[in-house]
């Protein structure tokens, strides 16, 4: 009988990650239109600085003029500046640039260093900031998801959500995207994450998921590459070989000269990502020491942008975007489809943490401590199950179809 459920699962899945309806080997990769419309203040959050200062968070949208595509897949982009200056219009380029070539591209708030630059943060500080801006990319997810299940005025894809940014803007990209309840933090950072109220911070209590399809590093890293999991999703680097802010390896990222924070770079990030069999690419502008370089001339800009969107592209047009065929094997759910239960299949009887999502990415039902879930409550359709192992924090994710 599990052999059965495995095939009409398998099936099920195939069925569920057919292309975008849009990919057609031109959009998502060249300039397809010419002019962009903005939507610009649209508040997603408010909270408080390191030193107490009360942030209202907006972010801007950015759509291709005439588009008539439904479930445009989104890019979200974070500003630079080393987390003590920028603002969202500085990525403002980049998001005209994907929308012109048929993405809806956000550039978002998000928190800074508001206490005295000299001396310069500590490193201690500094993490505090990058969690807290994690936070608000988290929130801002959020807040996209949770448009899409109540008009969808942006018309967007809520399974395809890619986040990106520029130096700290990166920086908080890469580490929204690969946080999660698997990692294992040491007790000072774990600290500022409790502080924050978990890894979804504070910055609004919409209850939709803020996971992410992929991400876009320009000049950015991690604090810890260890922290990358093989179910975590692709990524674009692109980083100065010599970089003399952001280490393009591993070490110290500076501010006004000073080094301030461990980090590990593009290079660390590929080279952690390739042993866990992580779809990445890593462009490496080579014998530069200067910080984001590339953007500097447009030519290099123009390569970098069309290069990181081909790479997008793949993920939208190549890649299963909700579920990949190994959790699927590892972790049956069954009967799927479904009508009034669901069983997760243990042969030890383990017990479990389940989440259960929309297709908004909206949280519809919770339980712990089962390996059964009661599904009468919810409408025919399709959902996506999250299944968390309390003992040993492994998660799977499987999409069911609920019938009646």
């Known amino acids: 009988m599990k052999n059965l459920f495995s095939c009409i699962l398998l099936l099920f899945s195939v069925s569920l990650v057919s292309q975008n309806e849009s990919c057609d080997g031109v959009r998502y990769i060249d300039d397809v239109f010419t002019e962009v419309t903005s939507t610009t203040g649209l508040k997603y959050g408010e909270n408080s600085e390191i030193f107490g200062t009360f942030r209202e968070l907006f972010l801007d949208v950015y759509e291709p003029t005439g588009d008539v595509a439904d479930n445009r897949p989104v890019v979200i982009f974070a500003f630079g500046g080393s987390y003590i200056q920028g603002e969202r219009d500085d990525v403002a380029f980049l998001c005209e640039s994907f929308a012109r070539k048929g993405y809806v591209a956000v550039t978002i708030d998000y928190r800074l260093f508001d206490g005295p630059l000299f001396p310069p943060p500590n490193d201690i500080q500094m993490t505090e900031v990058v969690i807290k801006s994690v936070g608000d990319m988290k929130a801002a997810i ?129 080279e952690t990502a390739d042993s866990l069999d992580i779809d990445n690419q890593l462009k490496t502008i080579e014998d530069s020491p200067i910080h984001v370089s590339y953007f500097a001339i447009p030519t290099n800009a123009g390569a970098v942008i069309n290069e990181s969107a081909q790479f997008v592209s793949n993920i939208i047009c190549e890649s299963p975007n909700a579920i990949n065929e190994q959790q699927v094997i590892s972790q049956i759910i069954f009967p799927n489809p479904a009508s009034e239960m669901i069983y997760i299949d243990s042969n030890e009887g383990n017990l479990y943490t389940v989440h259960i999502y929309n297709t908004w990415g909206q949280r519809v039902l919770s339980e712990a401590n089962t390996n059964q879930i009661n599904i009468s409550s919810l409408s025919i359709g399709n959902y996506s199950v999250q299944v968390i192992d309390p003992s040993t924090n492994e998660q799977n994710s499987q999409m069911i179809s609920i019938i009646r």
């Open 142 to 270: 959020r807040y996209l998801r949770q448009d899409a299940d109540t008009g969808n005025t942006f018309r967007i894809d809520p399974n395809m959500i890619i986040v990106g940014g520029i130096s700290a803007g990166s920086i908080t990209a890469c580490h929204t995207a690969v946080l999660d309840s698997t990692d294992v933090f040491p007790e000072n950072i774990q600290v500022i994450i409790d502080a924050e109220g978990g890894l979804e911070g504070s910055t609004n209590d919409l209850e939709y998921s803020s996971e992410v399809q992929g991400y876009i590093n320009y000049s950015g890293g991690l604090a810890d590459a260890s922290w990358i999991d093989e179910n975590d999703p692709p990524f674009y680097s692109v980083h100065d070989e010599f970089d003399d802010t952001v280490p393009y390896g591993e070490g110290f990222a500076s501010v006004f000269g000073i080094d301030i924070i461990y980090m590990e770079g593009s290079k660390i990030l590929q």
